[in-house]
Structure formats: structure tokens, C-alpha cells
């Protein structure tokens, strides 16, 4: 069973910094992109940043220069490094996989369950 947990979440003040962390466990053959999400209250889920396996990252607009993505590929592990944090970042955080179990199989993504960040005074 291949799952993503989260962790790092919090209470953050305005112009703070906060760091998550995603770790990929069970048996699988290898991860390809790894990213995160977020969906604040009422809104859609949006992407945030992406990183390939061989460390290519893209951002949202709204968080370029704010926050940088990450990962440690022999930790299956991917990083969210948030600086400058505003009101307007409190979301729930989720991870996201592209995974092939099988090296015969298909590529799928997985998701973490979620952390929640609340930027708030």
C-alpha cells in the first residue's frame, strides 16, 4: 500500500515561515513529479509547486519568490519551504504523487490526507 503522509502544519503569523514535509512509504518502483496543493475554504484545490524527479519546479503565480519546493529522492520525501506567509495562504496543504507501483504498470497519482495552515495574527 503506498501512501503519503504529511506533516509540518500549524498556526503561523503574517510574514512567518513554516515547512512541510511529505514522505512516500510502502512498495512501489519508483516517483516521478511530487507536489502540492491547496484548497482554502469555499475555493478549488489549486496547484502550488511541482518538482520532476530530476528537480525541475514550477510555481503558482501567487507563491513565486515566497515559496521553494524540494525533495530527497532517497527518502521519498518532498519539501515545501514557506516564507513571507499571508492570510490569504491559510489552506489545507495536501501532497501529491505521480507513482508506478509496478515497473510493468502505469504511473497514478496518490494524495496525502492533508495539513492544514493557518496564517493568522
Known amino acids: 500500500q503506498v501512501q503519503l503522509v504529511e506533516s509540518g502544519g500549524g498556526l503561523v503569523q503574517p510574514g512567518g515561515p513554516l515547512r512541510l514535509s511529505c514522505a512516500a512509504s510502502?512498495?512501489?518502483?519508483?516517483?516521478?513529479?511530487m507536489g502540492w496543493y491547496r484548497q482554502a475554504p469555499g475555493k478549488q484545490r489549486e496547484l502550488v509547486a511541482v518538482v520532476t524527479n530530476i528537480g525541475s519546479t514550477n510555481y503558482a503565480d501567487s507563491v513565486k519568490e515566497r515559496f521553494t519546493i524540494s525533495r530527497d529522492n532517497p527518502k521519498h520525501t518532498v519539501y515545501l519551504q514557506m516564507n513571507s506567509l499571508k492570510p490569504g495562504d491559510t489552506a489545507v496543504y495536501y501532497c501529491?504523487?505521480?507513482?508506478?507501483?509496478?515497473?510493468?504498470?502505469?504511473?497514478?497519482?496518490?494524495w496525502g490526507k492533508g495539513t492544514l495552515v493557518t496564517v493568522s495574527s
Open positions: 501529491a504523487a505521480e507513482i508506478q507501483v509496478k515497473y510493468w504498470g502505469a504511473k497514478e497519482r496518490y
Open positions: 510502502g512498495s512501489f518502483w519508483s516517483i516521478y513529479d
